[in-house]
């Protein structure tokens, strides 16, 4: 089993009477592309900040390394890359940005410079900061992020602003960092088609709250080959699924609404089942959600505020 790297234990945080976030617990393990989903105003800027030790929380408990002690994880920062989009100067070009980065950061290897820009393909860029596109931008910001050969890289947002194509390369960049250099990275974005094809995990937040954290695999599980039952009376036909067709794995998606994962027996026979038990049935089909409609769909079910 991979090691977590990075845990918060019911971690809080108020504003005022107001909570940004609430018992949020997350487990981002070695090697992940860790997706924190969320609209805008769900809290994960919240969490990240307090990741980067630019916030602090009301309460709870954040780990780095296994380190809970607040100087221990303050020190385990060192070994993490966060990414600044706007810190940088508009006159300079990517590889002075860097450096004035590299030299901020005590880091005494002046070749560090080259080897990020080459990881993200700047190396040759001699256009200064203000003539980038958001693209090169987000690249430069994870160049800098990179800087020290972090084993964490947080990124909060980064594919705001990006146009398709800079979107495409910030996956690619992306995978072949975490794949070639080994680099953990935890992701928030409120686009959530786009952090599909690249996340390994996911946690999902909604109005200051973790909603559910899961590995791509189980996501796909659930998200492909549903059979989505809409009946008159909800009871029986669950005592049908049970008793008569012995499945076990489904869920109740509001007042009239099954829903069931990988049943590979037909819809035939479901039908035939549910019209011999005398039920009505307003829907029968076979479907596989998006990300987006899986997260909808969990924002409904959970119905919860965090103030309760």
Known sequence: MLQNILETNQLNKKYGKEYAIKDVSIHVRHGEIYALIGKNGAGKTTIMRMMMGLAKPTSGELSIYGETEPKKVNESRQHMGFMMNSSFYPYLTAHQNVEYFRQLKGIADRNEVDRVLKLVD??????VFRSYSMGMKTRLSIAVALLGSPDIVVLDEPINGLDPQGIADFREYIQRLNKE???????SSHILGELDL??????FM????????????????KT??????KVDRLEEATYILEQHLHVEDYRINGDKEIVLSHYTRGVDELNDQLIAG??????????SSTLEEYYLELVKLRGVNKDD
């Open 198 to 203: 690249i996340a390994t995990r996911y946690g």
């Open 122 to 127: 700047l190396d040759q860029e001699t256009k």
């Open 206 to 221: 909604h109005d200051g709250l973790l909603l559910e954290e899961i590995d791509r695999e189980d996501l796909r599980n």
């Open 181 to 187: 250099q080994h680099v953990t990275f935890i992701i």
């Open 224 to 229: 492909e080959n549903r059979t989505i039952i």
């Open 278 to 287: 005398g039920l009505t049935i307003y829907k029968l089909v076979n479907q």
